[in-house]
């Protein structure tokens, strides 16, 4: 904000100084002006428009003010977005080291912090507890781990433990605690062992996984309810640092729990440590390898190459037909204008096409939010590629969305606040709050319901007090105010809106169309090639979100997603064709639905993913999936649905800027 003030301030002195010395009365000489744009003939307003903008002509002073106010707020907003970027990047960049980087040297029997995380549901991701929620051996001392925000936002709370791992320190066994286990405890043991509880652990920031249990059928084919009472670390060093883990239970040693009478555990655990070549720098490719096995990788490639070319064949075809038809429309109307017969097609609606669609404030709105989704998600797709979010680090990744997110708020606000003037609105506050709630309003009202449904469940998903002040703050503090710097930037902007025809006084009359022509046809047609660019890639996505799975190759995401942007943009444009075609000229909510139709048939994915690849139960699961895919799919509605207006508003400006209209 110091530099908001300062920047500005330098700017009005400057322009003060400059306007003392230009004459007031007399038209500017060319030596004097400012700009091309002052020096300029008057723009005559076209006549298309039925109500032009009323008040009184401002001075040139006061204009000039507000261009250089719009230049102020895009430096500010550029300050604003390079300084708190590179937070974002550090902080995305060390969101997962528990540790110092000297922190990482040890020496012979020095304590090496093993901290436990969570347990859960194998199947259900979403559904983890406390550590100790389980009548695990607990320390008197329990100390907890402080995390930064996307770890909460993950769902970690790292507490520590009583295994003492020392550095190449063998131990063939040691108890951890002995504790007798009663009917409630034991109740809560085989709930676990019954719904494939797994625990994750840290140690020295790898991370580590084990079942609590297993279910084993005897001769009599009754199921028994066995716990693991025996853990074994075999962890390999190089030289002064820890390089890789492994865990292991004792299905020798595990305990029969399946009766409710009470029963005397013992908990121990054992340790080896191995050398290995492997250097620290290299510690996370083991994690990497992991994500997908040397078959499974080249039966992914074949499938991702196969589906890019079927679309892109599907695009060119299509490209093809459709400027084999313009060529023949544009040869056609230079005829009749010779001839001057009737006009028919997309031609005869040439003075209702550049008509502005009804809820501009809205239409607005949704540009400008899908604008900013879009640049969002180039944004994480940068830092993927440059290595920010490694395996089992997704904390990062909630960071990056939520500080960029913040940061590219100007982005919304600018952009809808200048179609919206460019349109004629007036009310510009109201768009501007329009603006900030369009996206963060539905994932605020999902968010409180599956935080209550998380709080029922004493789950660590439930962000805990702190946590939801700190982002309601990064709200009211850095997005709203960038939005309305950005809507203030825009407003101030005085570009025109570019239409190559005027548009009539009165709109002409649609005509009958055939059912395939509506709306809801249109869109299922409009999102079901996009989708086919990517439903591939859904399950890998789908298996990292919502499982077990690691997901790394981002260069193929990316590849995918720009075939995404492009296939989207092609499409739309097709359909705007032949829905001018057929003289319906109300293609401007069209080419933002048909755009995002691609939105809807993800949200349906989610079904057939839900039912049919993943074993999710449970009302907390279902109401995370099914609610946070929902803000997921309205995100890419928006996002394909600005790019398919922008896509559809540059074809149109094309083809009319190509005839002659009267």
């Given amino acids: 904000f110091f530099l908001f003030f300062i920047v500005l301030s330098f700017e009005r002195t400057t322009t003060r100084a400059l306007i003392v010395q230009v004459p007031s009365s007399p038209p500017l000489a060319p030596s004097l002006c400012l700009s091309a744009r002052a020096c300029a003939a008057p723009v005559v307003p076209s006549s298309r428009r039925e109500v032009q903008p009323r008040g009184r002509k401002e001075a040139p002073s006061q204009s000039l003010d507000m261009a250089i106010m719009g230049r102020a707020t895009w430096a500010v907003l550029f300050s604003f977005c390079s300084f708190f970027l590179a937070i974002g990047v550090q902080a995305g960049g060390s969101a997962r080291f528990l540790l110092g980087a000297r922190d990482h040297r040890y020496q012979e029997a020095e304590l090496v912090p093993l901290y436990a995380n969570k347990v859960g549901p194998f199947h259900n991701p979403s559904e983890t507890y406390h550590y100790y929620d389980l009548p695990f051996?607990?320390?008197?001392?329990?100390?907890?781990?402080?995390?930064?925000?996307?770890?909460?936002?993950?769902?970690?709370?790292?507490?520590?433990?009583?295994?003492?791992?020392?550095?190449?320190?063998?131990?063939?066994?040691?108890?951890?605690?002995?504790?007798?286990?009663?009917?409630?405890?034991?109740?809560?043991?085989?709930?676990?062992?019954?719904?494939?509880?797994?625990?994750?652990?840290?140690?020295?920031?790898?991370?580590?996984?084990?079942?609590?249990?297993?279910?084993?059928?005897?001769?009599?084919?009754?199921?028994?309810?066995?716990?693991?009472?025996?853990?074994?670390?075999?962890?390999?060093?190089?030289?002064?640092?820890?390089?890789?883990?492994?865990?292991?239970?004792?299905?020798?040693?595990?305990?029969?729990?399946?009766?409710?009478?009470?029963?005397?555990?013992?908990?121990?655990?054992?340790?080896s440590w191995l050398e290995t070549n492997i250097t620290f720098d290299h510690r996370m490719e083991k994690y990497q390898k992991y994500s997908f096995l040397p078959q499974h990788l080249e039966i992914h490639w074949f499938?991702?190459?196969?589906?890019?070319?079927?679309?892109?064949?599907?695009?060119?075809?299509?490209?093809?037909?459709?400027?084999?038809?313009?060529?023949?429309?544009?040869?056609?109307?230079?005829?009749?204008?010779?001839?001057?017969?009737?006009?028919?097609?997309?031609?005869?609606?040439?003075?209702?096409?550049?008509?502005?669609?009804?809820?501009?404030?809205?239409?607005?709105?949704?540009?400008?939010s899908g604008s900013q989704l879009l640049v969002l998600m180039l944004c994480i797709f940068g830092l993927a590629l440059v290595g920010v979010f490694y395996p089992y680090n997704r904390?990062?990744?909630?960071?990056?969305?939520?500080?960029?997110?913040?940061?590219?708020?100007?982005?919304?606000?600018?952009?809808?606040?200048?179609?919206?003037?460019?349109?004629?609105?007036?009310?510009?506050?109201?768009?501007?709050?329009?603006?900030?709630?369009?996206?963060?309003?539905?994932?605020?009202?999902?968010?409180?319901?599956?935080?209550?449904?998380?709080?029922?469940?004493?789950?660590?998903?439930?962000?805990?007090?702190?946590?939801?002040?700190?982002?309601?703050?990064?709200?009211?503090?850095v997005t709203f105010p960038l939005t309305v710097l950005g809507g203030i930037a825009g407003k101030n902007n005085k570009g025109e809106f570019y239409a190559p025809c005027r548009t009539n006084k009165y709109p002409r009359e649609i005509p009958a169309l055939p059912w395939y022509r509506k709306a809801i046809p249109q869109m299922c047609m409009a999102g079901f090639l996009p989708f086919s660019a990517i439903y591939i890639e859904l399950y890998y996505i789908f298996a990292s979100v919502w499982g077990h799975k690691i997901y790394t190759i981002y260069s193929i995401l990316f590849i995918v997603f720009i075939i995404l942007i492009i296939v989207t943009a092609f499409i739309t444009v097709a359909l705007t064709y032949f829905q001018l075609a057929v003289e319906d000229h109300e293609w401007w909510w069209r080419s933002v639905f048909c755009g995002g139709s691609t939105g809807f048939f993800?949200?349906?994915?989610?079904?057939?993913?839900?039912?049919?690849?993943?074993?999710?139960?449970?009302?907390?699961?279902?109401?995370?999936?099914?609610?946070?895919?929902?803000?997921?799919?309205?995100?890419?509605?928006?996002?394909?649905?600005?790019?398919?207006?922008?896509?559809?508003?540059?074809?149109?400006?094309?083809i009319y800027r190509a005839i002659k209209c009267e």
């Fill in 395 to 477: 904390g990062a990744l909630n960071t990056a969305c939520l500080v960029i997110y913040a940061l590219t708020a100007g982005i919304s606000g600018y952009v809808s606040a200048h179609l919206y003037r460019q349109m004629g609105g007036e009310k510009w506050v109201r768009n501007l709050l329009l603006t900030a709630s369009l996206f963060c309003g539905p994932l605020f009202l999902v968010f409180c319901f599956n935080n209550s449904v998380a709080i029922a469940y004493r789950a660590t998903a439930a962000l805990p007090f702190g946590t939801i002040l700190i982002i309601a703050v990064i709200w009211a503090l």
């Fill in 303 to 368: 499938s991702i190459i196969n589906s890019c070319v079927t679309v892109l064949l599907l695009t060119g075809f299509l490209a093809t037909i459709l400027m084999r038809v313009l060529k023949n429309d544009f040869v056609k109307y230079t005829k009749e204008d010779e001839e001057d017969p009737e006009e028919t097609g997309w031609k005869y609606i040439h003075g209702d096409v550049f008509r502005f669609p009804p809820q501009r404030n809205l239409f607005a709105a949704v540009i400008g």
């Fill in 137 to 271: 051996c607990k320390p008197s001392n329990l100390k907890h781990k402080s995390e930064d925000l996307g770890e909460v936002l993950e769902g970690d709370r790292m507490v520590t433990t009583l295994y003492n791992v020392s550095f190449k320190i063998d131990k063939k066994e040691e108890k951890l605690c002995s504790v007798k286990l009663e009917p409630e405890q034991l109740q809560k043991f085989r709930r676990a062992v019954e719904q494939d509880y797994y625990y994750q652990m840290f140690f020295d920031d790898l991370p580590l996984w084990g079942f609590v249990g297993k279910i084993q059928a005897d001769e009599r084919r009754e199921d028994h309810y066995f716990l693991f009472t025996h853990v074994h670390f075999e962890i390999f060093y190089n030289e002064d640092r820890v390089i890789e883990i492994g865990v292991g239970t004792g299905s020798d040693k595990a305990v029969d729990i399946t009766k409710d009478d009470s029963v005397d555990v013992d908990f121990t655990f054992s340790v």
């Fill in 602 to 654: 993800i949200f349906g994915y989610c079904f057939y993913y839900y039912h049919a690849r993943s074993d999710m139960t449970g009302l907390m699961q279902t109401s995370f999936f099914f609610g946070y895919m929902l803000c997921a799919c309205y995100a890419f509605f928006l996002m394909l649905g600005a790019v398919g207006f922008r896509s559809s508003l540059l074809f149109v400006r094309h």
